[in-house]
């Protein structure tokens, strides 16, 4: 059975940084690239970053280049998200995910004054 767990997430001032992790089993974590999803209050799911099995290529969406890292620890089958000079539009329901239909449960990220 596949599962991803995340953590992490808690509510941190604008300008402020944050570690998601991203536990996964049930599958040969090495083998896929992963990717980090979000989803803000009221709005759908946005893709933010992905990395590639071996973690030699990573890619992210415009509004969080150079402020977001992803990578991955294939040993550990962990997948990460460095997440730093945070915006408040960087709020919401952040979820690893193996494919567009499998995903974590979500950790929730609030940035906020």
């Known amino acids: 059975e596949v599962r991803l767990v995340e953590s992490g997430g808690g509510e941190v001032p604008p300008g402020g940084s944050l570690r998601l992790s991203c536990a996964a089993s049930g599958f040969t974590f090495s083998r896929y690239a992963m990717s980090w999803v979000r989803q803000a209050p009221g709005k759908g799911l946005e893709w933010v970053s992905s990395?590639?099995?071996?973690?030699?290529?990573?890619s992210y969406v415009d509004s969080v280049k150079g402020r977001f890292t992803i990578s991955r620890d294939n040993a550990k089958k962990s997948l990460y998200l460095e997440m730093n000079s945070l915006k408040p539009e960087d709020t919401g329901v952040y979820y690893c995910?193996?494919?567009?239909?499998?995903r974590g449960q979500g950790t929730r990220v609030t940035v906020s004054s």
């Open positions: 995910a193996k494919s567009a239909l499998v």
């Open positions: 990395i590639e099995g071996d973690g030699g290529s990573t």
